[in-house]
């Protein structure tokens, strides 16, 4: 089984529309949760750290559900700038590396 | 606003070529990294560095890669005798356990080998 999983995606999404990102995790012990934006050719930045009883960041919102081992990013009102591939990273207790998701890439459109 | 710094940003070399990709971290950063990405596939850690020693790496950072910190600034990653898959975008990234350990990239290395 694969440690972190995506939506497979392309999402397609008008401008304005609320796009939601899921990601699972496979290792009970991970301890701290990331969504990153990866434009093309470019390097992961950091969107926002997932705290436990969620958090929200202006258009975007994280949330854990530590008992599924899901981790959802959902974006509102979504803009053509949001266009990226958006990863999920997870650190687990033990160490300090991340794991990567595959991504799942976003396309808003005009 | 601090940031990681990578060079060079692109690198061609021939298989079986030693490279040197270099990394300057964020200043006040303690814990030091390096992934990799092939071209379409995810982001893959390659190893961890702190206190001047290595403290994970994957199974892909075999004997061929080595990691250093020559100076208080720079880190770097070798590949001794390139392959041809080790073609990939090369992220260094840095990280400050203090607070809620995000680790922070630089804009990578383009590596292909010929």
């Known amino acids: 089984r694969k440690e972190v999983e995506q939506d497979p995606g392309p999402f397609n999404v008008p401008e304005g529309a609320t796009v939601a990102f899921n990601c699972t995790y496979s290792?009970?012990?991970?301890?701290?949760f990331f969504w990153y934006r990866q434009d093309c050719r470019k390097e992961p930045k950091l969107l926002m750290s997932?705290?436990?009883s969620g958090n929200e960041d202006g258009r975007f919102t994280a949330q854990l559900n530590r008992a599924s081992q899901y981790i959802s990013l959902l974006i509102r009102d979504s803009k053509l700038s949001d266009s990226a591939t958006y990863l999920c990273?997870?650190?687990?207790?033990?160490?300090?590396?991340?794991?990567f998701g595959p991504g799942t890439r976003l396309s808003v459109l005009p | 606003e601090p940031e990681v710094t990578q060079t060079p940003s692109h690198q061609v070399t021939q298989m079986g070529q030693e490279v040197i990709l270099r990394c300057v971290p964020i200043?006040?950063?303690?814990?030091f990294y390096w992934y990799r990405q092939i071209l379409g596939q995810k982001v893959e850690f390659l190893v961890s560095?702190?206190?001047?020693?290595?403290?994970?790496k994957s199974e892909i950072f075999d004997d061929q890669f080595s990691v250093e910190r020559p100076d208080g600034s720079n880190f770097t990653l070798k590949i001794r005798s390139t392959k041809l898959e080790d073609s990939a975008m090369y992220f260094c990234?840095?990280?400050?356990?203090?607070?809620?350990?995000?680790?922070?990239f630089g804009p990578g290395t383009r590596l292909l080998v010929l």
């Open positions: 200043s006040n950063h303690l814990y």
């Open positions: 560095f702190y206190n001047n020693e290595i403290s994970e």
């Open positions: 990273a997870v650190r687990d207790n033990y160490g300090q590396n991340f794991v």
């Open positions: 990234a840095s990280s400050d356990p203090g607070g809620l350990e995000t680790q922070y």
């Open positions: 997932v705290y436990s």
């Open positions: 290792n009970s012990a991970s301890q701290s």
